[in-house]
């Protein structure tokens, strides 16, 4: 088993996996760059970047038995309708919660 891969199934990886999800998601609510420059992504394209950070470093390879690639097709066009960041943020939270783990429920600030 792969460095990385136990990283990803310890309780330490998890925490450390938890904590970028949550900064990067506040960076997205933000409408900011990890780097400081302003965002214009789409909405649709925030769910993306989301759901890819949680694809890459969710602890569980199986996913809570979700079928996780599935989700950005489930949530896409809730994104795109989302009004404002509240509502997008409601979106994100909503695919976030399918994975069933109280650590991921509400992890996209509003």
Do not use: H
């Amino acid at each position: 088993m792969s460095a990385i891969k136990r990283l990803r199934m310890s309780r330490f990886g998890g925490i450390i996996l938890a904590f970028t999800a949550c900064l990067l998601a506040f960076w997205l609510q933000q409408g900011i760059s990890p780097l400081g420059v302003e965002s214009v992504q789409p909405r649709s394209q925030r769910l993306a970047e989301v759901w890819q950070t949680v694809d890459a470093n969710f602890f569980d390879p199986n996913f809570n038995g979700v079928d996780w690639q599935k989700m950005p097709e489930k949530y896409r066009n809730k994104a795109k309708q989302a009004p404002d960041k509240a509502e997008l943020a409601t979106v994100i939270n909503q695919m976030l919660s399918e994975l069933k783990n109280f650590s991921y429920s509400l992890l996209y600030a509003r």
